[in-house]
């Protein structure tokens, strides 16, 4: 008898602690937190709300794993939770959050080739914002980039895939809907840098106009932050694009941009430099964009 009672003191002992349930509020707090993350432009700084949400998160790990759960469910990958990013999310490709790459082109034109163009110039933003890896490990660096500069970026790289290409026998004129972002660069350089409107806007399918589509979405995405009028309109990159940009940052696209040697390494404003001889490469289509192929 003794040993009954025994047993079931030390059984009573053992056993473990029971987590509070989860209450219908804390699910509501957790979507909350979810939507929040979804408003890029928002900064907690400016939301009570917002910021007691944050440290709830950082504060209360049964919260955050419900967060995450939240954002999981909506196809949402959480790249940080920090005051300075708020909840960054990302969409994975089979959430309704995504940005599809078709999408994106058709808003700016009916032409299919055009699409490699705008990948291509969103892949070059990232790639000036951040030239090195270091850049992107460094949570106080802040990338900044201008539309003409990205423009002759990304001209001054296709004159070195153009230079390689000829040199190495291989067909310099393939069909204009050749798929991958190892046609965009020719089609790239058939396109005008500018050209011109009876208005003297420039064309959205100039290649200027691209890179002007590609940073007024990333702005308008919470990815960079106007800060002028110059060079085509200057940006500087926010905590949240940082976050996106070290996401892709291992795809061999973005790798093989900044291998052609064309961005300097400075004071993180990138200038143009003569190309160096480097390895042959091969871009990869659709590697590293801020949205999916379709």
């Keep these: 008898m003794n040993e009954s009672v025994e047993w079931s ?7 473990p602690a029971v987590a509070a349930p989860v209450t219908p509020a804390d699910a509501a707090d957790a979507a909350r937190l979810v939507a929040f993350g979804l408003q890029p432009k928002l900064q907690a700084a400016r939301d009570q709300e917002y910021a007691e949400l944050l440290r709830r998160y950082r504060e209360d790990s049964a919260f955050a794993r419900l967060a995450d759960a939240v954002a999981a469910g909506l196809g949402l990958v959480v790249l940080e939770v920090s005051p300075r990013a708020g909840m960054a999310v990302t969409a994975a490709e089979d959430s309704v959050f995504a940005v599809r790459m078709g ?7 009916a032409d299919g080739s055009d699409r490699f163009l705008h990948g291509l110039a969103h892949l070059a933003v990232a790639a000036m914002a951040f030239p090195r890896p270091e850049d992107l490990a460094d949570d106080g660096y802040i990338g900044r980039v201008t539309v003409n500069g990205v423009e002759a970026f990304v001209r001054q790289a296709c004159r070195r895939l153009e230079e390689r290409a000829e040199a190495q026998g291989e067909n310099t004129d393939p069909a204009s809907d050749a798929p991958g972002l190892e046609a965009a660069w020719r089609i790239w350089m058939r396109r005008s840098a500018t050209g011109a409107t009876k208005d003297a806007r420039r064309p ?10 590609a940073v007024a979405f990333l702005t308008d995405s919470g990815f960079l932050q106007r800060t002028g009028d110059d060079n085509g309109g200057t940006y500087r990159t926010t905590a949240r694009y940082q976050l996106q940009v070290r996401d892709m940052a291992g795809n061999a696209a973005m790798a093989e941009l900044l291998e052609l040697g064309v961005v300097p390494v400075t004071d993180g404003t990138p200038t143009l430099l003569p190309a160096e001889e480097t390895d042959d490469l091969e871009l990869v289509a659709d590697a590293g964009l801020p949205f999916h192929h379709s």
């Design 103 to 109: 999408d994106y082109a058709r808003r700016t034109s």
């Design 9 to 15: 003191e030390a059984e009573t002992v053992a056993a």
């Design 204 to 213: 959205a399918s100039s290649t200027t106009g691209i890179v002007g589509k």
